[in-house]
């Protein structure tokens, strides 16, 4: 029983390493913005709580409105 486990498990790790993952290209910038653009829209109105959102945002250098 081990030795069918192990012989099972080392042909799905083969597998998962022979088996190439696509990935989607997205370059740093558009991650950036696209990612800024999701903390802006999880606090549009930012309040008590929200200031890890805004210290992400300041260190990132986002553009955002200035009355955010």
């Not at 192990?6 to 740093?28: D, G, R």
């Not at 109105?45 to 986002?62: C, K, T, V």
């Amino acid at each position: 029983m081990k030795q069918r486990l192990s012989l099972l498990i080392m042909l799905l790790a083969l597998l998962l390493i022979a088996v190439p993952v696509s990935a989607q290209q997205v370059s740093t910038a558009e991650a950036y913005q696209t990612t800024g653009q999701f903390i802006v829209n999880k606090a549009p109105n930012p309040s008590f709580g929200d200031e890890w959102f805004i210290i992400a945002l300041a260190r990132g250098e986002y553009n955002v409105s200035k009355d955010y």
